[in-house]
């Protein structure tokens, strides 16, 4: 069975750290380009970062640059979100998402296996 699986959610301070992983089953993440994308409650899913398939370019949303940095380790099949000084803002169920190509993109319809996500909160 081909599928994504987030975790690393959880409550965290403004001002803390998380970091999110998705791990893949049943197809290696090494051929595709991964994102990751979030959806606050009442709000459409958005873009916020991704990794091309061979690591070598990723791309983040204006709203996290510089906070998220997105990386992978194609031995171990996973991809990982590190999130450092989160904001209340930054809440939402994060998707990580496998291309159907190498590229990365903030495109969704781009993208071809889902996770089920992963609820980060960040509140005092």
């Known amino acids: 069975q081909l599928q994504l699986v987030e975790s690393g959610g959880g409550l965290v301070q403004p001002g803390g750290s998380l970091r999110l992983s998705c791990a893949a089953s049943?197809?290696?993440?090494?051929?595709?380009?991964i994102g990751w994308f979030r959806q606050a409650p009442g709000k459409e899913r958005e873009g916020v970062s991704c990794?091309?398939?061979?690591?070598?370019?990723?791309d983040y949303a204006d709203s996290v640059k510089g906070r998220f940095t997105i990386s992978r380790d194609n031995a171990k099949n996973t991809v990982y979100l590190q999130m450092n000084s989160l904001k209340p803002e930054d809440t939402a169920v994060y998707y990580c998402?496998?291309?159907?190509?190498?590229?990365?993109?903030?495109?969704?319809?781009?993208?071809?296996?889902w996770g089920q996500g992963t609820q980060v909160t960040v509140s005092s």
């Open positions: 998402a496998a291309a159907y190509g190498p590229g990365c993109s903030n495109v969704q319809t781009l993208y071809k296996y």
């Open positions: 049943g197809f290696l993440l090494n051929n595709y380009g």
């Open positions: 990794i091309r398939s061979s690591g070598s370019v990723t």
